[in-house]
């Protein structure tokens, strides 16, 4: 069986590419522990230059796998400090790499695959691609960073809605609401992603991981700092 999450590095590019089309490429045990694997691969890669982050098929990421949830209904909460924690810790080195990364919205996002689409620095997506909370249409609270990196693209009052109504946005929505940073047709994401990618791996990456640093941290500085 090949790998849940597929890891191709070219000329200095990370190519982190989620392998389970045939189950929304969701964020089960299996595809975690991989995306872990993947993304603690990169930490001291001192050859990295930038990421991308793509999936495979007609979903990004549809976010938990709900069957694994039902199943483990008497003990939902063994399960998920289990799951979560690791993956929380994966989310932030992720986030955190002192390289630009760039996410590719091929489809529809859900639950904790928000927060996996929206860590990017730049967020890239198919006219397709749709966003839906879920999470408390079926009683739980937002992982995997979806509430922070939300609020802090769409705001706080436009995530708070999002997440009570659990009403999905189009492409075009997202994009008015400044959740992603461009909308492509879907025959145009891979190569315009990978243009971009290729472009900012051959910049200054001193100069883009201080601005990253600079930039993620604004929000908690004064002007004067």
Same mark, same amino acid.
């Given at each position: 069986?090949?790998?849940?999450?597929?890891?191709?590095?070219?000329?200095?590019?990370?190519?982190?590419?989620?392998? %389970?089309? !045939?189950?929304?490429?969701?964020?089960?045990?299996?595809?975690?522990?991989?995306?872990?694997?993947?993304?603690?691969?990169?930490? !001291? !890669?001192?050859?990295?230059?930038? $990421?991308?982050?793509?999936?495979?098929?007609?979903?990004?990421?549809?976010?938990?796998?709900?069957?694994?949830? $039902?199943?483990?209904?008497?003990?939902? @909460?063994?399960?998920?400090?289990?799951?979560?924690?690791?993956?929380?810790?994966?989310?932030?080195?992720?986030?955190?790499?002192?390289?630009?990364?760039?996410?590719?919205?091929?489809?529809?996002? @859900?639950? /904790?695959? *928000? @927060?996996?689409?929206?860590?990017?620095?730049?967020?890239?997506?198919?006219?397709?691609?749709?966003? %839906?909370? /879920?999470?408390?249409? *079926?009683?739980?609270?937002?992982?995997? /960073?979806?509430?922070?990196?939300?609020?802090? %693209?769409? @705001?706080?009052?436009?995530?708070?809605? *999002?997440?009570?109504?659990?009403?999905?946005?189009?492409?075009?929505?997202?994009?008015?609401?400044? *959740?992603?940073?461009?909308?492509?047709?879907?025959?145009?994401?891979?190569?315009?992603?990978?243009?971009?990618?290729?472009?900012?791996? %051959?910049?200054?990456?001193?100069?883009?991981?201080?601005?990253?640093?600079?930039?993620? /941290?604004?929000?908690?500085?004064?002007?004067?700092?």
């Amino acid at each position: 069986m090949s790998s849940a999450v597929l890891l191709d590095r070219r000329d200095g590019i990370a190519f982190l590419t989620l392998n %389970r089309p !045939d189950r929304a490429n969701v964020l089960d045990l299996e595809m975690s522990a991989a995306l872990i694997a993947a993304v603690d691969a990169l930490v !001291d !890669d001192q050859s990295l230059r930038a $990421v991308l982050l793509q999936a495979r098929g007609r979903h990004f990421c549809a976010g938990g796998d709900i069957g694994d949830f $039902v199943d483990s209904i008497d003990d939902l @909460g063994g399960l998920l400090d289990i799951h979560i924690p690791p993956l929380h810790r994966t989310m932030l080195r992720l986030a955190t790499l002192p390289v630009p990364v760039v996410s590719a919205l091929n489809g529809p996002i @859900g639950g /904790g695959g *928000i @927060g996996l689409a929206l860590c990017a620095d730049i967020v890239l997506a198919a006219e397709s691609m749709k966003l %839906r909370g /879920g999470y408390s249409a *079926i009683g739980l609270t937002p992982d995997v /960073g979806s509430s922070w990196f939300l609020a802090r %693209r769409a @705001g706080e009052a436009r995530a708070k809605e *999002i997440l009570f109504t659990n009403e999905p946005l189009s492409a075009q929505q997202c994009l008015q609401f400044g *959740i992603v940073s461009h909308v492509l047709p879907d025959g145009e994401l891979e190569a315009h992603a990978t243009a971009l990618v290729t472009s900012l791996a %051959r910049g200054a990456t001193g100069s883009m991981a201080r601005i990253k640093a600079l930039v993620d /941290g604004a929000s908690q500085r004064t002007l004067a700092q």
